[in-house]
């Protein structure tokens, strides 16, 4: 195989979480792969901003982390990292008996064995335990601000799933330093330019210095401008502003209300939208999430200090414009987006940086070492569509679901036309049936069976027809409380607090 053949230079613009973690993963993958790896560089311009509308992650990042050889503790101390078990969704149910569910990391007690969410369904009334906490602990555990982990466990072990909360401009940093650690070329300039071949692939960018950095296989990270894959190869963009109508955001930053630490991102619906809270080690990252269409930024505003008891001129906010869509082909010719680049759905469920994770995770499983992609490119874009549009249907449940019929943006989410066709296929099928494997997208997804359930069941959406069914589980769920309730009652006694870990963490 001729050397003119053979990928030998990929070149990553943009940095921010997206293109550091690219860079650090590609960088990685080539040293355990071993041989002459191509070099890497990444080009980043001085003047544009780590956005991180998302601080919070899903435990597949502890993957990602342990794919780099990066040590859990490390990571935490230089990131104000914290863990994060659950999401709790607060006041989207507002007819329901508790104003709060949790969509937990731990899959329920014995999920394997017993399909509790069957059971559950049937006989909801006289079980009288909320769902989410009747087949698990993990949402006591957060309301009391436990920790995951025992102080024993091992480096990404403990007897919880969890992910983490973090400081989104620190992991960049973070990221950078590893990245630069493993041979990574950094080049900080601004593309004025883009070269494309007369076959239509991207040949090489520009600087604003003057230099010409050409490649084999572009890593598009710049943002929502898709500098390479939209305004140069024109790959289409999908908007979502007709399904997700939240385009908006408002974030402030403000210190801890007390010495508890919660595990869990706190999600409050509000007339527009919903509010964000995440506690990092140091600080609260909060913002309103909503769509300019039902609410002004001064109305966002006012919203985000009711929130935190406040005057709007005790706060400093930043207001974020946010573009929901995705490109379906997000590798076209020698470029692949990643990140904002190829879409973004908005941070309902802390898709964003695992978005990237599984870009990452699937281009190195294709990744071609000659310079003839096609077949690659179009594996790829079909696994990554299966993947946004999974995660699309299930973030857009949430607001179907509700009970909230308040104000115009509640009312608009439930009408028909703005619900994608394959989630109208499974809401009509569980209305008679409680979901299993089969109900779901096919191929790898970023939500299981159980993460359905907790939405599904923790706003009571109870199939209509369940209850004439013959489901005799009596004994089975009897056993099944009666053990929940011991483990808690064991953890609720050797389980730290969520500070005291994170204390202990940062004192190795």
């Known amino acids: 195989m001729g050397s003119e053949n053979v990928v030998q230079k990929l070149v990553v613009v943009g940095g921010g979480t997206s293109g550091w973690l690219s860079a650090a993963y590609l960088a990685k993958f080539f040293e355990l792969k071993g041989g002459t790896a191509p070099s890497i560089t990444l080009i980043e311009s001085s003047d544009v901003p780590t956005i991180g509308v998302g601080e919070a992650t899903i435990p597949f990042i502890k993957e990602t982390l342990q794919f780099l050889g990066i040590s859990e503790w490390d990571f935490i101390k230089n990131t104000d990292a914290t863990f994060k078990q659950s999401i709790k969704f607060i006041d989207w149910n507002l007819n329901s008996s508790q104003k709060h569910y949790h969509h937990n990391f731990s899959q329920p007690l014995h999920a394997e064995q017993f399909n509790y969410a069957k059971h559950w369904a049937a006989h909801k009334d006289e079980i009288g335990i909320p769902y989410n906490y009747a087949a698990t ?66 040949e090489s960018v520009l ?12 890593i598009d990270c710049s943002g929502f401008i898709g500098l390479l894959i939209g305004k140069s190869l024109k ?35 509000q007339e527009a939208g919903w509010i964000w809270d995440i506690g990092l080690q140091s600080r609260r990252g909060t913002g ?23 005057d709007v001129s005790e706060l400093q906010f930043r207001h974020l414009k946010m573009r929901t869509g995705y490109r379906k082909e997000q590798w076209k010719n020698n470029c692949v987006a990643i990140g904002l680049s190829a879409g973004f759905i908005e941070p309902l469920e802390s898709t964003g940086i695992y978005l990237v994770e599984i870009a990452l995770r699937t281009l190195t499983n294709l990744l071609p070492t000659k310079k003839n992609m096609s077949s690659f490119a179009a594996q790829y874009n079909a696994l990554m ?13 949430h607001y179907v679901l509700s009970d909230r019929a308040d104000t115009k943006f509640w009312t608009d989410n439930k009408l028909e036309q703005s619900i994608p066709n394959s989630l109208q296929m499974f809401l009509e099928r569980i209305k008679t049936n409680v979901p299993t494997h089969f109900d779901l997208p096919v191929g790898p997804q970023c939500f299981t069976l159980y993460s359905y359930y907790a939405v599904i069941y923790g706003m009571e959406s109870v199939p209509e027809t369940i209850n004439n069914r013959n489901l005799n589980a009596n004994k089975k769920t009897e056993n099944l409380h009666k053990e929940v309730n011991e483990v ?13 870990i994170i204390d202990r963490i940062n004192q190795r």
């Open 385 to 397: 569509l299966s993947q946004f549009e999974g995660a699309i249907d299930f973030i857009k449940l």
């Open 288 to 310: 309103y999430v909503y769509s300019s269409k039902y609410a002004t930024s001064d109305e966002a505003e006012q919203t985000l200090a009711k929130y935190h008891d406040k």
């Open 235 to 269: 790959s289409e963009f999908t908007s979502l502003d007709d399904v997700l109508f939240v385009d908006s955001a408002v974030t402030a930053l403000v210190p801890h209300k007390d010495e508890e630490l919660p595990s869990a991102t706190h999600s409050t619906a």
């Open 207 to 218: 600087l604003k210095t003057g230099k010409l950095v050409d490649g084999d296989l572009f």
């Open 488 to 500: 808690w009652n064991r953890a609720n006694q050797v389980l730290p607090t969520h500070r005291e």
């Open 137 to 202: 602990i993990q949402g006591q555990v957060c309301d009391h601000f436990l920790s995951p982990k025992l102080p024993e466990d091992k480096e990404f072990e403990g007897p919880l799933n969890y992910a983490y909360h973090l400081d989104a401009g620190k992991f960049a940093t973070y990221l950078k330093n590893f990245s630069i650690g493993k041979n990574v070329n950094h080049v900080i300039d601004h593309i004025t330019d883009v070269n494309l071949t007369e076959a239509g692939d991207v």
